[in-house]
């Protein structure tokens, strides 16, 4: 599994703290949910980015050229999901983007562990 089971688990964690946070009333709790959702979802972007390299690696691909173009499609990707969570907290209130967040972890948490299993043998 090597990198695969911290990350998978990182981001479980984060999606469960992200949940709790769209459930939680109180203001404080939902202070220390947002620390520690963003801490763990920092946690996994440096192992994760790693993770591609070896993916393109192991596909005959140049990790170098793969780090570029993952640097140059971060900047808009963030962006894009900032004005996205903007538009849907007006819409339809924070509790939806931060749900759809934590579904989007738990979705990157399951290919992450797919990625992880070995691939069959004819």
Do not use: Q, Y
């Amino acid at each position: 599994m090597g990198r695969h089971r911290p990350i998978a688990l990182a981001l479980l964690v984060a999606a469960g703290a992200l949940i709790l946070m769209a459930l939680a009333a109180l203001e404080v709790s939902t202070v220390a949910l947002i620390a520690i959702s963003g801490a763990v979802l920092l946690a996994v972007a440096g192992p994760g980015l790693a993770l591609v390299g070896d993916g393109i690696a192991k596909a005959g691909g140049d990790p170098r050229n793969a780090t570029f173009l993952m640097n140059l499609a971060w900047g808009p990707a963030a962006a894009l999901g900032a004005v996205a969570a903007g538009l849907v907290h007006g819409a339809r209130g924070a509790e939806l983007s931060i749900l759809l967040l934590a579904g989007i972890a738990v979705l990157t948490a399951l290919l992450v562990r797919r990625s992880a299993a070995p691939a069959p043998t004819p």
